[in-house]
C-alpha cells in the first residue's frame, strides 16, 4: 500500500517509527511527505521523500493520504482533492472533522472511499473503532470524558504540586505538553470538538462542536483546588454529553469528581472516555491521549483497516446538526464562591432557593457554599437572584459531578 | 445473514434481544435455535425456532453458527463440524479457545470462514477486537486482569461487607453471579483462560492455560482482608503476563493492591483489561463482565463484522506453545501469614532473608509479615528455610501488584 503523509510534526515523526517497527510484517510504502520546509528536517528518516509540493504527492499513485498538518487550511482543501480522486484519508485532525465532517464523509461516501480518524479522539486510545463496531448494538445514552491532555495535565499538577495556573501552564509548555499559544486547549475548544465527534457517532446524529456549552479552564485558582481537597474532589475538565428523549445534551467544562470515581484517577496527559450503553453498561477505556508513538499507534491502526478492507458505516456525520441542551436538569451539586459580598444576604437567598447546602468559608474575603439542587436551572435563578439584589460582584459555579 | 444458534440460555437471550432491538438496522435472521429441551424454554421468543436436532441446524442454510452452549463437549464438535463446511463460527466459550484454539484457528484458515470469541473473555467489553485490530502495531509487554466477575464479586463483598468467603458465595450464587459448583471460577480457571487466550493474541505465541501459575481464592478469609484495610489495599483475583525476551511469564493469582491502583477501582462483576503497548503506553478498558445484555452485545458485535466482511489474522492460537514462566522476578512485596508458628525464630529468618519488612501481627494465633525482597524467588527460598526448620506448620503468601 502506497501512502503519502501530510506533515512530518511529531505525530507524523511517530507514525514514520511505528510504521518502520513492523516493516517485517506489513507493507506500507512511505512515497511522499510533504513539509513547509525541507532544512528543518534534515536529521529525520525519509529525507528522500520530502516535498514542498503537494502536486508531488498526489502524482505519484498513493492508495491513501495521511493528513497530520492539523487545522483546517490547507488540510480541508487536501484532504477534499483526495477523496475525491478515489484515495483513502486517514487523519488526526479533530479541528476538521468537527467542523466540516458532514461534507467529508458524504464525500468518501460519494467516492466509494474511506476517511478514518481513530487518532483525533482520545490520542492512543482506541475508542472510535470500539464505538463505532463494537457497540453498535447498543443505544448510547450518555459519554463522560476528559479528552484533554494539556488541561488534565495543568489542572492535575495545581492539585498534586500546589502549582498556581500560570506555573502549571508554564511547566506544560516546557514538557511539550502545551502550545505556546495554549488557547484552544485551555478554553475548551480542542475538548469540545473531541465531544461532539464522540457524540455523533454515539447518538447518530450530527453534533457540531459550536453548539455545546463550553467553558475552559482559566479560572480555576488555588483556592479551586483547596476546596476540591475539603470535598474529597479533584477538579477535571469534563466533556459530557447525554442522549435522552431525541435531544441531545452536551458541555465541556471544569467540573469537581469525586475522589471515588474512575475520572479522578486520570491524571496528567492520559484520557479517560466513558460510555453508558443499554446493553453494554458502563464501559470505560483509558490511555495516553496525546504523544507522538501513542497518537502514531491509532493513525497506523486506521491504516491496517483500509490495508485489510475493514470498513464501518460512519454516516451519522451526515444527520441533520442536532438541538444541543446545555443545561443539567438533573439533580446537581455546585460550588458557588462570591467576591466582594453580602453574606447574609447570599446565604438567605440559598436557603430559600436551595434543597441543601454546606458553608465551606466565610471568611472576611469570600464565601464559599456548597450546594445541592434539583437541577442546574434552580442554581442559575438563585444566582440571578443574588446578582439582581446587588449582593455580590462577581461568583464562580463549579458543578460537581457524580 | 442467516444464523443458529446452540443453546438459550442466559447468553442466547440476551443476543437475541439485541438482536431484535437492531432489526430495523441489520438484517440478521435467526434459523434455528438448539436446545436440550424445548418444554423448559415455553414462555421465550422465537419458540417455533427451538428444535433439540443438531442437524436441523446445520441442515437449514446458515452463514454463521453461534455457539453458546459452552464446555467442550459437544461444542467442539458442532464447530469443527461448522467450519469444515464452511459456515463462520461466533463463540463466547472461553474454554473451547482454551483448550483447542489451535486447531480451531487452522480448521477456519483452511476452510477460508471466521471463527470469532470477542464474547469469550470481558464479557461485554471490547477487548480482543482493539487487542487484535487496533494495536498490531504495538509490541505488547504486560497484561494485568480482573477477568472474572464471580470471584470479583465475592472478594468485593468480603472486603467491602466484611462478609465470609461463604457467605460471600452463597450471595453470588442467589444473585445468579456464581454458578451451583463455582469450582471453575473460584479456583481460577476461568480466570486462566482468559488470560491465556489475551496473552496469546498479545504476544503472537500460544500460551496455554495450564501452563500458568493457578491459584483461587478459597483461601482468603476475613483475616486477610483486615489485613488487605491496613496495608490500604484490596484484595483481587489478578491475571498477569509478562513477554521479556521471548519469555512469557503467567499467572492467575489473588494479589493485594494498593488502592490507588486502576485495579482497586474495579468492584463486583466488573472486569478490567490493562495492557502495554511499546507504542501506546498503558491502555485499560473496563466493563461489565459478564450478564445477559453485555455478553449479548460482545456476541452481536462479532455478527456484524462477519456480516460486514470485516476480518483480522488470529493466527497466534497456531503458533507453537510456549514455555511460561511462573514465577514474578522482579521485585516483589508480600503479606506472610504464619500460623502455629515460633515467631521470634522466623523473624530471625526473614531478617537474614529479605529486603525489608513490617510485622502486622504478631498476636498469639499467627504471626503477619508484609516482606519486601528483589524477587518471588527470595521469599519462597526463605520460606522453604522456615519449614525445613519446623518453625511452622502452614503459611499463607499473597503478592502485592504496583
Known amino acids: 500500500m502506497r501512502i503519502g503523509i501530510l506533515g512530518y510534526g511529531t505525530v507524523g515523526s511517530g507514525l514514520v517509527d511505528v510504521i518502520d517497527n513492523n516493516k517485517s510484517k506489513r507493507d506500507i510504502e512511505i512515497v511522499k511527505i510533504l513539509v513547509k520546509d525541507k532544512s528543518k528536517h534534515k536529521d529525520k528518516k525519509y529525507f528522500d521523500k520530502l516535498t514542498t509540493n503537494i502536486d508531488d504527492v498526489f502524482n505519484n499513485n498513493i492508495d491513501v493520504l495521511v493528513e497530520l498538518i492539523g487545522g483546517l487550511n490547507p488540510s480541508l482543501e487536501y ?112 475538548a469540545a470538538r473531541k465531544l461532539s465527534i464522540l457524540s455523533t457517532l454515539a447518538y447518530n446524529n450530527r453534533v457540531y462542536w459550536k453548539d455545546l456549552y463550553l467553558e475552559g479552564i482559566t479560572d480555576i485558582d488555588a483556592k479551586d483546588m483547596e476546596y476540591a481537597k475539603q470535598l474529597n474532589c479533584k477538579i477535571k475538565l469534563v466533556g459530557q454529553s447525554r442522549y435522552e428523549d431525541d435531544v441531545v445534551s452536551a458541555s465541556v467544562r471544569p467540573v469537581l469528581v469525586g475522589n471515588e470515581s474512575i475520572l479522578a484517577m486520570v491524571d496528567n496527559e492520559f484520557n479517560i472516555v466513558v460510555v453508558n450503553g443499554d446493553s453494554v453498561g458502563e464501559l470505560s477505556f483509558v490511555g495516553k491521549g496525546a504523544g507522538k508513538l501513542a497518537t502514531g499507534s491509532a493513525v497506523y491502526s486506521d491504516l491496517l483497516d483500509i490495508l485489510d478492507n475493514r470498513s464501518a458505516s460512519i454516516n451519522s456525520f451526515t444527520k441533520s446538526r442536532v438541538k444541543v441542551n446545555k443545561i443539567v436538569k438533573n439533580k446537581c451539586s455546585a460550588l458557588l464562591r462570591f467576591k466582594d459580598c453580602q453574606k447574609d444576604e447570599i446565604i438567605h437567598v440559598i436557603k430559600e432557593c436551595m434543597q441543601n447546602y454546606d458553608i465551606l468559608n466565610d471568611d472576611d474575603d469570600e464565601l464559599a457554599i456548597m450546594v445541592h439542587a434539583n437541577s442546574e436551572y434552580e442554581i442559575n435563578n438563585s444566582l440571578c437572584v443574588i446578582k439582581d439584589k446587588g449582593y455580590c460582584v462577581g461568583v464562580n459555579k463549579l458543578l460537581k459531578i457524580s
Do not use: C, W
Open 79 to 190: 484532504i477534499k482533492r483526495a477523496l475525491s480522486s478515489k484515495i483513502h484519508v486517514v487523519t488526526a485532525n479533530k479541528d476538521l472533522l468537527a467542523e466540516h465532517g458532514n461534507e467529508l464523509v458524504e464525500l468518501s461516501n460519494k467516492n466509494n472511499v474511506n476517511i478514518k480518524f481513530e487518532a483525533s479522539v482520545g490520542g492512543g486510545i482506541p475508542v472510535l473503532k470500539p464505538l463505532i463496531e463494537s457497540l453498535e448494538g447498543n443505544s448510547i445514552d450518555s459519554i463522560y470524558a476528559i479528552l484533554n491532555g494539556t488541561t488534565n495535565f495543568i489542572l492535575s499538577k495545581m492539585y498534586n504540586e500546589s502549582l498556581s495556573y500560570d506555573d502549571a501552564l508554564k511547566q506544560a509548555q516546557i514538557l511539550g505538553f502545551a502550545e505556546a499559544n495554549p488557547d484552544s486547549d485551555v478554553l475548551g475548544y480542542d
